[in-house]
């Protein structure tokens, strides 16, 4: 059975620092995306990652995923207030599939 | 481009009664799936259509949960009768490929009292 575990499930950092989340799964996967959610809204996709080795960069978050290492990372540099929300990591539950498995959500909170 | 529909946006019902929810996925797009996203924790697929046909519902809870996709474009979920533990938001998403990311709509928050 595929885990997807986000690490860490709770942030709170202030503007201007950097951190990073961690999205760890368990079995073999060709794609990974992030999702982001603020409160009482849905999904908003952020990132596709459908290689090894593949980042890609929006503003001030970077998504990288290593398959070899089943991990993905999530780097949010010089932090502000709009970036708080939840953000989600979902692998397919097998190679090749559509079905997505979602991690728990890591919720960011970022004072000034 | 219009994005994923739903509606209604909130339903509070008591236990044992039913429920339905629409969705209206991004036009063209062949995929709809329907999730549960209990409070605090990440979607859990209920159940995937490719057009009209279901790829997947192994997670459905089917004596109380049904979904159709009439003319494979808009898509209804039903539960019939309610539980407490239904409680929880029902989102649906779309998408045109195996590859592409899935779009999701605003959800529907149920209660169940």
């Known amino acids: 059975e595929l885990k997807v575990e986000q690490n860490p499930l709770f942030l709170s950092m202030q503007e201007g620092k950097n951190y990073t989340i961690y999205c760890n799964y368990s079995?073999?996967?060709?794609?990974l995306y992030w999702y982001r959610q603020d409160p009482g809204k849905s999904l908003e996709s952020l990132f596709v990652l459908l290689s090894n080795g593949a980042v890609k960069q929006e503003g001030r978050l970077m998504a990288s995923l290593d398959t070899k290492a089943r991990l993905s990372t999530l780097h949010i540099t010089a932090a502000v207030h709009d970036l708080s929300a939840t953000y989600f990591c979902?692998?397919?539950?097998?190679?090749?599939?559509?079905?997505?498995?979602f991690g728990q959500g890591t919720r960011l909170t970022i004072n000034p | 481009e219009a994005g994923v529909a739903q509606s209604p946006r909130y339903k509070i019902i008591e236990k044992r009664q039913s429920v339905a929810f629409w969705c209206n996925p991004i036009s063209g797009h062949a995929t709809l799936y329907w999730y549960q996203q209990i409070l605090g924790q990440g979607p859990k697929l209920l159940i995937q259509?490719?057009?009209?046909?279901?790829?997947?519902d192994s997670q459905l809870p089917k004596d109380r949960f049904s979904a159709e996709r009439l003319k494979g474009v808009d898509s209804t979920l039903k539960i019939q009768p309610a539980k407490l533990e239904d409680s929880a938001v029902y989102l649906c998403?779309?998408?045109?490929?195996?590859?592409?990311?899935?779009?999701f709509g605003p959800g529907t928050r149920l209660t169940v009292l």
């Open positions: 079995t073999t996967s060709d794609r």
């Open positions: 979902a692998v397919p539950i097998i190679q090749g599939a559509q079905k997505l498995v």
């Open positions: 998403a779309s998408s045109w490929g195996s590859y592409n990311e899935q779009f």
């Open positions: 259509f490719q057009n009209n046909g279901v790829v997947d």
